[in-house]
């Protein structure tokens, strides 16, 4: 079972990823609310993807992603970035740091579900 961990401070979001990717018996889903308890939470537990917001209080995604790809315990954990944001500068700044993919709230279940294997199947963690 693939450990997933969703950085997002919308709580009830978090609660529908995880409903939706935990459906297929495939993923262990663990969440943080705060970008920081997020960065901490990828040092512990070690999970084999990222979902991540890029509008969060206290700290963007892009300044999660960014302490993530700096350090060595958690370089090579792919990301994706899971936001409202949908301009292309958005989607240009999370490629550039190395950002596997980028999905757009509102999410599709299957997309999601589809994108999540994909990532971890070229990551050669799936």
Known sequence: MKKVLIIDDEENF???????L???????????????????????QHPDLILL?????GM???EVLEELK???????????????QNDDESKI?????????YIVKPVDTEVLR???ADVLSRSGKF
């Open 93 to 101: 700044a999370s490629a550039s740091r190395y950002c596997e993919d």
């Open 114 to 116: 589809e994108k999540v």
């Open 60 to 62: 963007t995604g892009f």
């Open 22 to 44: 935990e459906l297929t018996h495939q993923y262990e889903v663990i969440m943080a609310h705060k970008p920081k308890k997020g960065l901490k939470m990828a040092l512990k």
């Open 14 to 20: 978090c609660e529908f990823v995880k409903m939706c």
């Open 70 to 84: 700096l350090d060595e315990e958690t370089l090579s954990i792919p990301v994706i970035m899971l936001t409202a």
């Open 53 to 57: 917001d890029l509008m969060m209080p």
